[in-house]
């Protein structure tokens, strides 16, 4: 499985950016995906999660209603729109996937280790 992240870039506070995972190698919907992000000083940090088949989602508290992840299976596509955005939010963003269905549960979805195949980052830097 590969994990290809885009969309980042440079965007003003309060401004809006869509991230997007292309994913490849296994049938798009036994992938469930993450999405974390990282900040230098600071641990992995849960986003979002979304199973395959789309119909589960969960949003780190502080991200909801600010971030909304969906896919497209037709097009392997996740992706993150981010609206609102602040300072806080800067980071390198990651998208991660995993095929078991253990993922769903627990809030193991939360859990950076339960994933097993990781993408590249990108960067998101909100200038205030």
Not at 7 to 29: E, F, P, Y
């Amino acid at each position: 499985v590969q994990l290809q992240a885009s969309g980042g870039g440079l965007v003003q506070a309060g401004g809006s950016l869509r991230l997007s995972c292309a994913t490849s190698g296994r049938s798009a919907n036994s992938l469930h995906m993450g999405w974390f992000r990282h900040t230098p000083g600071k641990e992995r940090e849960f986003v979002a999660f979304i199973s395959g088949t789309g119909r589960l989602t969960h949003y780190q508290d502080s991200m909801k209603g600010r971030f909304t992840i969906s896919r497209d299976n037709a097009k392997n596509t996740v992706y993150l729109q981010m609206n609102s955005l602040n300072s806080e939010d800067t980071a390198l963003y990651y998208c991660a996937s995993d095929t078991r269905a253990t993922v769903q549960y627990n809030n193991r979805w939360s859990n950076p280790s339960a994933y097993f195949y990781w993408g590249h980052g990108t960067q998101v830097t909100v200038s205030s």
